[in-house]
Structures are given as structure tokens and as C-alpha cells.
């Protein structure tokens, strides 16, 4: 109970550094007042889309409580609603954080480059330092009151949930609203992206923070908790079991609690590894790149110290499980960086075949997200194997620990990159001087690379907690059934049901990416519309009706973001329902497989899509308003949706899916 405690007060200690540096954030110079302007209504849109998320939320939250409640328990429906709540709280803070720091970014921008980050790598600190405070105290919290890490997973269940409809809803607003913009304004009517002529910029920005800062925050808040609750529950029913290989010096408490102190010391890691991203330099990413490897290096000396504290020499084989972990995030992190980044060849080959048009873009982007998937995967396996050979199934549950481990300054570098968008596109529309513009378009390039690192690291993350939480099913369904649990392909039923596994994510992606293109297609119409009926609009002598392009888009998403939801929930039920346990051991690892591939092969080519068209943007190839130009926007639209909408959402749904199996584990045998 000490060590809960303990681990408990790490994470509020961290809460109160978060609101410290909200606090100097909202001192900052906040710029003119048409900056001023341009920020409130970022804000109050995202706000006003948030708002009405969480009310169709709130209904889906409350009936499935209901359910926990009468077919499991009470107490794991306890752990449900608090754990959907902080979820939805984690978003939320970040959200607010980073939409009142966009204009404060831009005005720092004025001083130096250097000022700039400051500010917005801080706003990032706040929402990276919230996610794993309120993660770590939340489970603290129900497992002072419970003691017993079987029912907090009704807490992983409602994050899950509440970050699939936030990471889906946000994507559709903020891909549908992009897609639009750049569609008619950079296409048809040859402005940039931020200009305020074009109806669709405001709806634009608003996107940036409900998908890419509340939708991620939420998406890595149950990620963490997830890793965090799968290890406990398995240090539990694995410790006096065959099979266990971490020696006995330490207790079975020591075991289920070695996750939490784990993640208690990576929040003071990441703190700070915050202190290292701070002077001035040329290269940005540079300095984010010091605060995470600096963050990863303490993490790694405070794990070894706890786990030769509390388990124990014999128990050493945890640590090298978290260190394979850990070493394997900050691979695919770089790795990402190499294929997104457009310093390098498969983003520059992209920018080159643009040249020859739209379809070459399209080929190449697809080609260059499918060959990224081979390090990742060899990557996670071999971190899989090392942890295993250490740690058994214990092992590869506290792997996904380690990878988590320095949450808060990682999800930091992520957060920071929709922050640096929102400022260069207050520079353009502020009509600040070319100088401000240019840092902040820097500042915005280096968040392309950091939230394309941060897309990779969330999808190995969700990886290796999948693979813990299928351990964790293996095991529940175990004690329910009494006998052993034995998935075979020779079980014509559990070949059904990897086929139907491997299918999800494919359905999953289609109702996600259907969605954006309806939105998209409502909003070029509409901006299409204003340049047609607003006389002066294109002369900038008139103002653009920017509040219906925002209601389109929210429209559209909250309608949109039920079904693939809510069929991400039933799937495994009713799996487990009409085929059995068996049957739903095989779709879990179907939609792990294809799921895991599918995510690294969008996210990538989303993010070198983009960056091939920022590589032109800056001079190279015939610039802005070039064929090759246009060919590239073509090549970002359809990344678009790849990266911020069904890329994200299948590392929560793989995630969810495995959650669900185990709640109610019990209903199936």
C-alpha cells in the first residue's frame, strides 16, 4: 500500500508542475489583438466541438456503466466511469492549454525561434505531464480503494472508450475541415493555407486541437493505464504460477506494484527531461530530441535501481524486459522520423515523383508507408522475444511499461507540433512579417517530424499493451473456465475468428476514411460557395462566414463517429457470445496483426505526404503554385486521414477490443 501512496504523490507532485506551468504560459504575451482575435475563435470552436463530443458521449458512458454494473459488478463499473472520465479531463486540459498558447507561440516568435519553442513545448509539457499524473493517481486511487487490479480494468475500458470516440470524432473534424481547405484554397484558388480568405482556416486550426491534441492525449492517457493495469493484474495471477522465471526475493505486492513506482519514476524523468529542451538553437528538434533522450536515460538508471530495490538480483530479468521496451520506442521514434522527415530520401522521393503528377505522389507515398513497416515490426518482435526470454508473459506486460515509461515529456514533443501549426497559422492570418512567419513555419516543420514520431511511438506502444492485455485474457478467461484456455489453428473457430479479427480494423479504417470524405466534400462545396457569393472575399475586402465551415464539420463528425465506435464494442462481445472464448482468442490477434500494420503503414504515409509537400513549399522543385505543387496537396489530402483520423484510432481499437474481451470475460464461458 506504501508504494501506491507513494506513487500517488509523485503523480499529484506532477499535476501541480503541470498548473505551474500553465500558469506562466497564460502570462505570455498573447500578441496583438487581431492575434488575440484569431485565437479566441480557435478556441471557442474547439471548445463548442468538445462540448457537444462529451454530451453524445455521455449517453453511450452511462449505458455501458449500467451494463458493467449488472452483468460484471459494481466496482469495475466504478473504475469505468472514472477512468472515462479522467480521460475525457486529459484531453480536455491539453486542449485548452495548447489553444491558448498558439497566439503566444507566434508572438514569442517575434523575440526568436528559440522563445517560440519555449512556449510551445511547454503548453506540450502540460498536456504530456496531465496525461501521466492523472493516469498514475486514478489507478492509485482505485486500487487504495479496491485492492485488486483485476476490477481496475473496467478504469483501462472507460479510457479506451471515451479516446476511440475522441480520437475518431477529432479526426473527422479536424481531416474533413484540412482536406477542404487546401482542396479549394490551394488547388482551385492558388492562396496559402492559412490565409484568412479561405472560409475553411478557422475550422482548420479548430481541428488541430480537438484531433491532434485532445484526441491524442486521450488516445496516450489509456495507453499508459493500460500498460500499467495489465502488468499488475498479471504480476498478481502469474506469481504463483508455472512458468514464472523472476525469482521469489520479492513479495507478490512488490510484483503488482512495481508498474505504478515504474511509472511514478518516469514522471519524474520526463519532468526533467523538461528542463533539458530549454536555450536557443538553430535546430529545434535538436533540443526535443536532448529532453527525450535525457528523459529515457534517467528512466532507464531509475529502473534498474527499483527493480534490484524491490525484487531483487533474481528478479533482474524485469528490468531488461522494461529496457527492451524503452530502447524499442525510441527506435521506432527515430525510425519514423527517417521515413517522415523531409531531411531524407523516402520523403524526398515522394516530393520528386510529384513532378510527373498526382498519381505518382499517391504511388509513392503508398509505397513508402508500406516498406516502413518492416523495422517496426522486427523491432517489436525482438522486444517481444527479449522480454519474454526475461520476464515470461510478465515480461512482455512490463515491456509496454518501460516503452510508456517517459509518457510525459514524449507526448510533450507530440502536443508541441499542433501548437507550433496553430502559431504559423496565426503568423499568416495576423499578417505578422515575413521573418515571424518563417520562424513559426520552422517551428511548424519540426512538429510535422515530432507528431509523426509521436504517432509511431503511440502505435508500438499499443503493440506491446495489446499483447500484455491478450496475456491478461488468456489468463481471465482461465480462472473463470477453471482449465486452460488453448487456442489452435487446427479449431476451425479460431481460424473463424482471426479472419474476422483481421477484417475489423480494414472495416474500421473504411467508415473512418467514408467519414472524411463526406465532410470534405461539404466543405469544398461550401468554401466553393462563399468564393462565389461574397462579393470582395477573394480582394480581402470582405470577411468569410468562418462559423459554418465549423459546423460542418462538427456536424458531420458527431454523427459520424458513432457506428465505427460502436462496433469496435460489439464486435468482441458478441464474438465471445456465439463463438466462444476460443473464437475470440483468434480475433484478438487478427486485429492485433493487421491492425499494427495497417496503423504504421497510414501514419507514415500521412506524415511523408505531408512533409513532401512542405519540402516544396520551401523553394525546392518550383515552390508554392508549381505542378508539382498541386500534385503534392493531392498527395496530403489523402494522407490526411491516413495519419489524424483512422491511422490513430486503430491503436485504441486494437486496445479496446483486447479490454473488452477481459471485463467481461466472465459472460463468455
Excluded at 487490479?149 to 473496467?154: A, L, S, T
Excluded at 533540443?287 to 538508471?301: D, K, M, Q, T
Amino acid at each position: 500500500m506504501e508504494l501506491a501512496v507513494i506513487s500517488l504523490a509523485c503523480a499529484l507532485l506532477s499535476l501541480a508542475y503541470a498548473g505551474f506551468l500553465g500558469l506562466k504560459i497564460s502570462k505570455a504575451d498573447a500578441g496583438t489583438p487581431l492575434m488575440r482575435e484569431i485565437s479566441g475563435a480557435i478556441q471557442a470552436g474547439s471548445k463548442a466541438f468538445l462540448n457537444r463530443e462529451y454530451k453524445t458521449l455521455v449517453v453511450v458512458v452511462i449505458v455501458i456503466a449500467v451494463i458493467i454494473a449488472v452483468g460484471i459488478n459494481i466496482s469495475t463499473a466504478v473504475n469505468f466511469l472514472c477512468g472515462a472520465f479522467l480521460s475525457a479531463l486529459s484531453g480536455n486540459i491539453g486542449m485548452r492549454v495548447a489553444t491558448a498558447a498558439n497566439s503566444r507561440t507566434a508572438a514569442a516568435a517575434e523575440k526568436s525561434i528559440g522563445s517560440g519553442l519555449k512556449i510551445a513545448f511547454n503548453s506540450g509539457a502540460v498536456m504530456g505531464i496531465v496525461v501521466v499524473g492523472l493516469g498514475v493517481s486514478g489507478i492509485s486511487i482505485m486500487y487504495l480503494i479496491f485492492n485488486d487490479p483485476n476490477v481496475i480494468y473496467g478504469f483501462g475500458f472507460g479510457a479506451s472508450l471515451v479516446a476511440l470516440f475522441a480520437r475518431v470524432g477529432g479526426g473527422i473534424f479536424t481531416k474533413g475541415a484540412d482536406v477542404g481547405a487546401d482542396l479549394v484554397g490551394k488547388v482551385e484558388a492558388g492562396i496559402p493555407e492559412d490565409d484568412p480568405r479561405n472560409p475553411a482556416v478557422i475550422a482548420d486550426n479548430v481541428g488541430d486541437n480537438v484531433g491532434d491534441v485532445a484526441g491524442m492525449g486521450a488516445d496516450l492517457f489509456e495507453s499508459y493505464v493500460d500498460s500499467i493495469i495489465a502488468t499488475m493484474a498479471l504480476g498478481l495471477v502469474l506469481y504463483n504460477a508455472d512458468g514464472w522465471n523472476l525469482g521469489t526475493s520479492g513479495s507478490m505486492l512488490d510484483f503488482v506494484l512495481l508498474p505504478l513506482i515504474l511509472a511514478a519514476a518516469g514522471i519524474i524523468a520526463s519532468i526533467l527531461g523538461c528542463f533539458l529542451v530549454q536555450g536557443e538553437s538553430k535546430n529545434p528538434a535538436k533540443l526535443l530530441n536532448r529532453g527525450i533522450f535525457g528523459a529515457s536515460f534517467l528512466f532507464i538508471v531509475f529502473s534498474l535501481l527499483l527493480v534490484y530495490y524491490f525484487v531483487g538480483a533474481e528478479g533482474m530479468g524485469a528490468f531488461y524486459a522494461i529496457a527492451s521496451g524503452l530502447i524499442a520506442g525510441v527506435i521506432i521514434g527515430l525510425v519514423t522520423e527517417y521515413y517522415t522527415s523531409d531531411n531524407n530520401k523516402p520523403t524526398r522521393s515522394i516530393a520528386e515523383a510529384s513532378q510527373t503528377g498526382a498519381g505518382t505522389t499517391v504511388i509513392t507515398g503508398l509505397s513508402v508507408g508500406m516498406i516502413s513497416t518492416i523495422v517496426p515490426i522486427l523491432i517489436v518482435s525482438l522486444a517481444m522475444i527479449v522480454a519474454y526470454k526475461y520476464g515470461g508473459l510478465y515480461g512482455i506486460a512490463i515491456s509496454a511499461v518501460g516503452m510508456l515509461g517517459t509518457l510525459g515529456i514524449t507526448l510533450a514533443t507530440d502536443t508541441y507540433g499542433p501548437v507550433a501549426d496553430n502559431a504559423a497559422g496565426i503568423a499568416e492570418m495576423a499578417k505578422m512579417n515575413p521573418e515571424v512567419r518563417s520562424r513559426a513555419e520552422e517551428l511548424d516543420g519540426v512538429g510535422n517530424t515530432t507528431a509523426a514520431m509521436g504517432k509511431g511511438f503511440a502505435i508500438a506502444s499499443a503493440a506491446l499493451t495489446t499483447l500484455a492485455l491478450f496475456a491478461s485474457y488468456i489468463q481471465a478467461i482461465q480462472i473463470v473456465k477453471g482449465s486452460e484456455l488453448i487456442i489452435s489453428l487446427s479449431d476451425p473457430m479460431v481460424v473463424v475468428g482471426l479472419f474476422l479479427g483481421g477484417m475489423l480494423p480494414f472495416l474500421f479504417c473504411a467508415l473512418a476514411m467514408q467519414a472524411v470524405g463526406e465532410t470534405a466534400k461539404m466543405m469544398v462545396e461550401e468554401v466553393r460557395r462563399q468564393f462565389k457569393t461574397i462579393k470582395g472575399l477573394m480582394e480581402g475586402k470582405a470577411k468569410p462566414d468562418y462559423n459554418k465551415c465549423i459546423d460542418i464539420s462538427t456536424d458531420t463528425a458527431i454523427k459520424r463517429m458513432t457506428l465505427p465506435s460502436l462496433i469496435a464494442i460489439a464486435s468482441p462481445i458478441a464474438v465471445g457470445l456465439l463463438m466462444g472464448p476460443e473464437a475470440l482468442g483468434g480475433l484478438l490477434i487478427g486485429t492485433i496483426v493487421t491492425g499494427f500494420l495497417l496503423a504504421i503503414m497510414m501514419a507514415n504515409s500521412g506524415g511523408a505526404w505531408d512533409n513532401a509537400k512542405k519540402y516544396i513549399e520551401k523553394g525546392n522543385l518550383g515552390g508554392k503554385g508549381s505542378a508539382a505543387h498541386k500534385a503534392a496537396v493531392i498527395g496530403d489530402t489523402v494522407g490526411d486521414p491516413f495519419k489524424d483520423t483512422a491511422g490513430p484510432s486503430l491503436n485504441i481499437l486494437i486496445k479496446l477490443i483486447s479490454i473488452i474481451a477481459i471485463v467481461f470475460a466472465p459472460l463468455f464461458v
